[in-house]
């Protein structure tokens, strides 16, 4: 097993790429709540990283890519790094390892839109660390540590089923078990700095290039094209959503950036298997998707506070469909509908179906347990107060 430097400083760029999106949802989310409650929104995305990151050194890493169990879960040979190393095939080991935990950081991150506004730091530590070993490190297994999706032929390239659907439908079944904020739908809870969420967006963006890219593990020709489509999905989600938002109203900047976020995230499972026109369909019917599944969030008066369901989770299921139908054996190795062939679209279909009801079922009842037994949300009073105040002693007011 020989190092390839190239290789090994580009997947060290691409890691630190998608650690900057962990602060990044901070940014983006904190820009849509109240003031009161932006450093907790923050804190959260800081505070999942930091659990993420001990969670992954000491078992999380071993669960989600030691040596299969039954094609559910990985062993426990990797506990507490045990034979992860500076070697490996192309990069270290070690490189490989810490380029998963920044996707693990980021998807705890993303849930932290279910529970806005309202949650016990404690609780969400408690949760988070549940979340993360039960729901996460076994669908990473499934999909990427040769657990059944892998023995299937279900494809994921860089996290659409074990990234953003289970972080979507995670965070819809958490918001229905926490509640509504207090007032939700009885007066405004509009964003407090919309520019803040737009700066986080573009850092998501800009960390998208490594998060996609870099899952080629290799500074090649099928990174460049991750790379490529990934843009061209994100702009054309982003014109999607201005254009189908235009037709109600004004093209808002807030839904010009939650487009593109559609957008990274439905070619985020696809990003290896498809190429630039491909990228541009899948880009604007994410757009158009998640924009209207953002409405019927409201009509349905979910307080899924900040849409990771609406966005990352209904943009995940198309993205993990769209392989089926679009991919491209030039690209890829593997053929979808459109070049012929059905049985990859049954097999995506599979996958999204059961990483859906997988994600959901269980973040509900980890959810239960932890509300059961600690109380998932703040008091009615702190809640009012704001959580920056109540939870942490530290406030925004000048």
């Known amino acids: 097993m020989t190092i390839d430097t190239g290789d090994t400083a580009f997947i060290l760029i691409c890691t630190a790429l ?27 995305s800081f505070v999942a990283f930091s659990v993420v990151t001990i969670q992954w050194v000491l078992f999380g890493y071993s669960l989600a890519f030691g040596s299969d169990v039954g094609g559910v879960i990985g062993s426990l040979e990797y506990v ?16 490989f390892m810490v380029f998963q935990l920044v996707f693990a950081a980021v998807t705890l991150a993303i849930i932290t839109s279910a529970v806005a506004e309202r949650v016990k730091i404690s609780s969400f530590i408690v949760f988070g660390l549940l ?13 990427w540590g040769g657990g059944w999706m892998a023995e299937l032929g279900i494809l994921d390239f860089a996290g659409g089923i074990v990234v953003h659907i289970s972080a979507g439908f995670g965070a819809l079944a958490l918001a229905l078990v926490i509640g509504k904020r207090v007032g939700f739908g009885e007066y405004s809870m509009e964003p407090h700095n919309i520019p803040m969420t737009l700066l986080g967006g573009a850092l998501l963006w800009f960390g998208w290039f490594g998060f996609n890219a870099g899952s080629a593990l ?15 999905s994100a702009a054309s989600g982003a014109l999607a959503w201005m254009a189908a938002s235009w037709i109600r109203g004004k093209p808002s900047s807030v839904g ?11 070619i985020t499972p696809a990003a290896g298997f498809v190429g630039p026109l491909q990228a541009i369909i899948i880009g604007v019917v994410s757009g158009l998707l998640c924009y209207y599944a953002l409405l019927f969030r409201i009509r349905q008066r979910w307080d899924e506070s900040l849409d990771a369901w609406a966005i990352h989770g209904v943009g995940g299921v198309w993205g993990t469909l769209a392989i089926g139908i679009f991919a491209i054996a030039a ?3 593997v053929s979808g509908l459109v070049e012929g062939s059905f049985n990859q679209l049954l097999l995506q279909a599979v996958g999204a179906g059961a990483t859906v009801l997988y994600a959901f079922v269980v973040t509900f009842v980890l959810a239960k347990v ?3 037994t600690m109380g998932l949300r703040v008091s009615e009073e702190e809640e009012y107060v704001g959580l920056d105040i109540s939870q ?7």
């Not at 979340?131 to 999909?143: G, I, M, Q, S």
């Not at 290799?218 to 061209?232: E, K, S």
């Not at 942490?392 to 000048?398: D, P, W």
Request: overall charge negative; cysteine-free; proline content about 3%.
């Open 331 to 333: 690209v890829g190795g």
């Open 370 to 372: 932890v509300d059961l």
């Open 218 to 232: 290799a500074a090649d020709g099928l990174a460049a094209n991750a790379f490529v489509v990934t843009n061209i």
């Open 18 to 44: 998608v650690m900057l999106m962990t602060p990044g949802v901070g940014l983006f989310y904190g820009g849509l709540v109240r003031r009161k409650n932006l450093i907790s929104m923050f804190a959260l």
């Open 80 to 95: 507490g790094l045990s034979g992860v190393g500076m070697d490996g095939d192309g990069i270290p080991d070690l490189l």
């Open 256 to 266: 010009m950036i939650s487009g593109a976020i559609a957008g990274l995230g439905a």
């Open 392 to 398: 942490h002693g530290e406030s925004t007011q000048v």
């Open 131 to 143: 979340w993360t070993t039960l729901v996460y490190d076994p669908l990473a297994h499934w999909v």
